[in-house]
């Protein structure tokens, strides 16, 4: 069955800090990972990634996946306190369905 | 386009009592799924569809019914609800095209005396 772990769970951070949150998975025909943010209400979305080895960049967030190591990470930079939320990584396999780890929640203070 | 909506926000229960909670998106997505989000576990997939006429389960779907009659239109059913069906609920759409992400809708906040 196709599994997602995210860690760390939790973080707490300064604003400025730069922090990388790491998803590992398992699964048994590859197709997707994608990263959202949740802040009080529905996920939104931040980056789906399907080749391993090309970081994909929105401003400050950037994120990579290593098929390899069957692993991706979301890098932070600079982090401000609006970036404070939960962060969930997603696995699309060989079936239709989004298999969701966890979750990281950030906590960014001034 | 409004995206994806669901009905209601927040809805109160007592146990064994029955609801559905609606779910539409106007984008003309084949895919809807329906997850639940409990505090430290992530969204979990109950159910989902691949296109009018055809769900199947997720990865918990006891106590919880679907159907897809139209594309439109994805709603749950709690037959009679437990306590254990207190959760955070979130509908999701997308197309099928290839790199296409997931939207998902506002969520509704279900409470199970």
């Known amino acids: 069955e196709d599994k997602v772990v995210q860690s760390p769970l939790s973080l707490v951070v300064h604003e400025g800090d730069t922090v990388t949150l790491n998803c590992s998975y398992e699964v048994t025909n590859f197709r997707s990972l994608l990263w959202y943010k949740q802040e009080k209400k529905a996920p939104t979305f931040l980056f789906m990634l399907t080749s391993s080895g090309i970081e994909k960049k929105s401003g400050r967030l950037s994120s990579i996946l290593d098929k390899k190591e069957l692993s991706s990470i979301l890098n932070i930079t600079a982090t401000q306190t609006g970036d404070s939320a939960i962060y969930l990584c997603?696995?699309?396999?060989?079936?239709?369905?989004?298999?969701f780890g966890k979750g990281t929640k950030l906590t960014v203070n001034p | 386009n409004a995206g994806v909506t669901q009905t209601p926000k927040f809805q109160v229960l007592k146990t064994g009592q029955s609801m559905t909670l609606q779910c539409a998106q106007d984008?003309?997505?084949?895919?809807m799924s329906w997850y639940r989000q409990d505090p430290g576990m992530g969204l979990r997939l109950i159910h989902y569809?691949?296109?009018?006429?055809?769900?199947d389960q997720g990865e918990v779907p006891n106590g919880y019914n679907v159907s897809r009659s139209t594309t439109e239109d994805f709603p749950l059913r709690l037959l009679s609800a437990a306590p254990s069906q207190t959760s955070v609920y979130f509908c999701a759409s997308r197309s099928g095209a290839p790199g296409e992400t997931q939207y998902f809708g506002p969520g509704t906040r279900l409470l199970v005396l």
């Open positions: 569809s691949v296109g009018a006429g055809i769900t």
């Open positions: 997603a696995l699309q396999g060989g079936s239709e369905k989004l298999v």
């Open positions: 984008m003309n997505h084949e895919y």
